[in-house]
């Protein structure tokens, strides 16, 4: 069974730089397509970036592009989410998920990893 969780949150001071990992564990990553969600308080869950299987395509929400970068190894079953140059907006609780074959533009995800915590400071 696939299970996935996430590390590397924390508190950081606004236009700092944190690195989140989602590290998988019951299955290889190989054949799925990765994403990263986030949640902020009274906020609805919104998925920031998305990779494709092999690595080949990524997307990202608008108000993140150009600041995050999402990446994966596929020797370690490993995901991240590189984020530079915080707001204040950016604190939520940032989730990974996996969804089999592609990243998915109306659809469910397969496996989520239970959240790790992203505060951004002034």
């Known amino acids: 069974q696939l299970q996935l969780v996430e590390s590397g ?4 001071q606004r236009g700092g730089s944190l690195r989140l990992s989602c590290a ?3 299955s290889t990553l190989d054949y799925y397509a990765m994403a990263w969600f986030r949640q902020a308080p009274g906020k609805e869950r919104e998925r920031v970036s998305c990779i ?10 608008d108000s993140v592009q150009g600041r995050f ?16 140059s915080l707001e204040l907006e950016d ?18 995800y ?4 239970q959240g790790t915590q992203v505060t951004v400071s002034s």
């Open 24 to 26: 998988a564990s019951g």
């Open 9 to 12: 949150g924390g508190l950081v």
């Open 52 to 61: 494709s299987y092999d690595g080949g395509a990524s997307i990202y929400e």
């Open 91 to 108: 604190t939520a609780t940032y989730y990974c998920a996996a969804r089999f074959n592609i990243c998915p533009t109306i659809g469910h």
């Open 69 to 84: 970068t999402i990446t994966r190894d596929s020797a370690k079953n490993t995901v991240y989410l590189q984020m530079d």
């Open 110 to 113: 397969d496996q989520w990893g």
